[in-house]
């Protein structure tokens, strides 16, 4: 029996519905089950004090540094030279070899997993470059890490400025770098700022890549040659190392609490820059 | 004067715009240097097929982790394909626009939790719920591909939202106009337009599978043996790496390395073959 298609098509439609409903409800169940369990645990105290007891007791200051500061570091790398490629690639090229060489290593670059940047990170930076594990290792890997979401970004929100504006300024005399300065470069800049602010997101979140390039210390670093924990490294310790799964709740909250602001702030910058430009 | 600094200009972008590449090939080659011999001296087929890997008596095969890998990879894609490709059809056909207008930037936001957060939810919840419900110890084949299935969902979802959305308006209008119900249109006209996009949006969702170490690690269970059921514990090739890499010296470290060639070969051929396929769609 043939089956109408206007009921295939409500019952595909119910099918389909269910699938995204469910899938939105476990995401959401996943942030609210460590939002619930973690943010009883959070406190001014919890936040700005040291651990004790390798994280049983205290609070996770150190490690809240640390997940400043790898990320600080990973994007003052990361984001001249992605900015730069991006700049390259969309104003001072026609599409070539050597463009399509260099989006073809970008995409492979973002598809390596952390792991393997964790690997290279050991052997190179920690190992061969003699760094040890510092906050300057664990930095340096990740700027690897984001290169290809800035790069990716930036190309777009360079693409987004019309062109008439570039016009206007090379028919007033000025150089292309100078257009690219101070025309270009403004109009992106929300643009811009979105891939930074998600490669931000990206290395809070990172554990893989981290703990064997940063290192897992809970001292509180007085260089950037010093060894350092994560919040997410500190987090998969106490968690995985059954520690204390009461500071581990109020470590994710925090992980997670940054991250959803990280990510929000920069969806809302785009959908502004979006507006913009449509 | 402005002439010569636009050319310096444009050789240090140049210079820098080789970064990623650069990058790349520095990544490959340390890789390659630190675990390419050890497979050699090893031999590949010793390496990659015997089941015994105990390192304290030089023992190194990573046929468990191979079959783990294996194992977890397709228990995700069999978990978050078709729920990551109907959910992309639901919201790019059947959802009205302000209910779209809450669920896409939830579903982008979440894409960005860590995947500690995931593996922990994997430890906390669904493998007790596993354990009382349906057997075995939990952390498990199951739990893993449960927990992968649900991290790789954004990926394929946003990927493959793509690519029925730069599916020509005009196919859509044709098929309706000839009284084609909108589901119809999707499944005979519209999903055959964008395969190539969301077959990449798949194979990618594989390669992020494959490449997750930290919430594996935490659900899998990482026993070193080759599964039987899907209730069983098992390792992968990430977490065979990240597991000892703390502690590892010497030739024990040089098979970690080598592990990580193998890992490392794997994701760039699916990457490849995820590229093409989206190249071969925009060529159309």
């Not at chain 1, 959401?28 to 936040?47: C, D, E």
């Not at chain 1, 260099?102 to 760094?131: H, K, N, W, Y």
């Not at chain 2, 304290?56 to 977890?72: N, Q, T």
């Not at chain 2, 390395?257 to 760039?268: D, E, K, N, P, Y």
Request: hydrophobic letters at 55%; one cysteine or more; a positive charge.
């Amino acid at each position: 029996m043939r089956i109408p298609p206007r009921v295939a098509q409500t019952v595909a439609r119910v099918v389909l519905g269910a699938a995204t409903f469910f899938t939105v409800a476990v995401l959401i169940f996943i942030i609210g089950h460590v939002l619930v369990k973690g943010i009883p645990v959070l406190s001014f105290r919890f936040l700005f004090s040291n651990p004790e007891d390798m994280g049983r007791a205290g609070g996770i200051f150190p490690t809240l540094v640390g997940s400043v500061l790898l990320p600080a570091v990973a994007l003052v790398f990361a984001v001249p030279l992605g900015i730069g490629t991006a700049v390259f690639l969309t104003e001072y090229t026609r599409e070539s070899k050597i463009t399509a060489a260099i989006r073809f290593g970008a995409d492979c670059l973002a598809g390596i997993p952390s792991i393997i940047f964790g690997l290279f990170g050991f052997i190179f930076f920690v190992t061969v470059l003699r760094m040890g594990w510092c906050i300057l290792s664990g930095g340096l890997t990740l700027a690897m890490m984001v290169l290809p979401t800035i790069i990716r970004t930036t190309e777009e929100a360079i693409r987004a400025v019309p062109y008439a504006y570039r016009e206007v300024s090379f028919s007033l005399g000025a150089t292309r770098w100078r257009t690219v300065w101070r025309v270009v470069l403004p109009n992106a800049l929300p643009g811009i700022v979105t891939g930074i602010i998600l490669s931000l997101g990206r290395s809070i979140g990172e554990t893989a890549a981290v703990i064997f390039t940063a290192g897992s210390s809970l001292r509180m670093p007085s260089s950037l040659f010093d060894s350092v924990r994560t919040m997410s490294v500190h987090f998969y310790i106490l968690a995985r190392e059954g520690i204390s799964s009461e500071n581990a709740y109020g470590t994710a909250a925090v992980l997670v609490l940054a991250v959803l602001m990280v990510n929000g702030i920069s969806y809302w910058l785009m959908h502004q820059f979006m507006k913009r430009f449509s | 004067m402005s002439q010569k600094s636009e050319t310096v200009v444009y050789y240090v972008l140049q210079f820098i715009a080789l970064s990623a590449m650069g990058s790349l090939l520095l990544i490959a080659l340390f890789i390659l240097k630190e675990g390419f011999p050890f497979i050699l001296e090893e031999g590949p087929s010793k390496f990659l097929f015997s089941s015994t890997w105990e390192p304290a008596k030089e023992h190194f095969g990573i046929f468990p982790m191979l079959v783990g890998s294996v194992w977890v990879t397709f228990g995700a894609l069999v978990v978050g394909g078709p729920l990551g490709v109907a959910g992309a059809i639901y919201l790019v056909e059947f959802t009205p626009k302000g209910l779209m207008r809450i669920i896409k930037p939830v579903i982008e936001l979440l894409a960005g939790i860590p995947s500690v957060v995931y593996g922990f939810m994997g430890v906390a919840v669904l493998a007790p719920l596993i354990r009382t419900y349906i057997g075995g110890p939990g952390l498990s084949v199951l739990a893993a591909s449960l927990i992968l299935g649900i991290m790789i969902l954004p990926t394929v979802m946003s990927i493959s939202m793509d690519a029925l959305n730069s599916v020509p308006p005009s196919y859509k209008e044709g098929s309706l106009a000839l009284g084609a119900t909108r589901w119809q249109t999707q499944y005979m006209v519209v999903l055959k337009a964008a395969k190539s996009g969301i077959l990449a949006s798949i194979i990618l969702g594989m390669g992020r599978a494959i490449g997750e170490t930290m919430a594996v690690i935490m659900v899998a269970g990482n026993a070193v043996k080759i599964p039987n059921s899907v209730l069983d514990s098992v390792r992968t090739l990430t977490a065979n790496i990240a597991l000892e890499m703390g502690y590892a010296t010497g030739r024990h470290r040089q098979a970690l390395f080598a592990t990580g060639v193998v890992l490392f070969l794997v994701i760039m051929m699916l990457n490849s073959f995820a590229m093409w396929s989206l190249k071969e769609r925009r060529k159309k």
